[in-house]
């Protein structure tokens, strides 16, 4: 399923994509550089080790978000790669969102909301009733947009290291959520 929205100088769309091909691992690249920098920077007061950057982004190869128990999504703003999302199944019917990503120079222009309306899809498609995420407190941005767009904080479901909010959406029939 292909997801569009047209603003007043560009179209996203959204489409599939393989989690090994070329533009989804430059935008996996820009993602985890992005919120690992910023990690560091908050925390340590420097960007992420180089040594350290290239060995976390290898070993998350993105085969969880292929099928048949995940979908990686592309967005594409003006016909170039602007975005990411992913989801996986965790059981027979919830789904985590993985990946929201938009790269910086083109937020703010209502890429995310169809990056994350293309993932709940793919979602439903998979048979998920529900669908899950967590997140960083840094990560603002990411957690107005999950509010705004109806996920609810809920209690932890996950250990990780980087897990500090946590967000759940009942998945209704498009059109009713």
């Known amino acids: ?23 989804a691992a430059a935008l ?19 960007p992420t080790d180089p040594d350290e950057l290239e060995r976390e982004i290898a070993a998350e190869s993105g085969r969880d978000l292929a099928a048949p ?4 999504l592309v967005a594409r703003y003006g016909g170039e790669p602007a975005g990411t999302a992913g989801v996986r199944l965790l059981d027979a019917t919830t789904a985590e969102l993985k990946r929201v990503f938009v790269r910086e120079e083109l937020r703010g222009k209502g890429g995310a909301p169809v990056l994350v309306a293309a993932a ?3 979602a439903r498609a998979l048979g998920a009733e529900r669908i899950i995420l967590d997140t960083r407190t840094d990560l603002v941005e990411a957690r107005t947009l999950y509010e705004r767009l109806g996920y609810e904080e809920t209690e932890p479901f996950t250990e990780r290291m980087y897990a500090e909010h946590w967000y759940a959406k009942k998945l209704t029939s498009p059109g009713t959520d």
């Open 1 to 23: 399923m292909t997801h569009t929205r047209t603003d007043t100088t560009a179209t996203w769309t959204v489409a599939p994509e393989p989690y090994d091909s070329p533009v």
């Open 28 to 46: 996996w690249r820009s993602y985890y550089t992005e919120v690992s920098d910023r990690w560091y920077l908050l925390h340590e007061g420097h």
């Open 69 to 72: 128990g995940g979908e990686l």
């Open 120 to 122: 709940e899809d793919a």
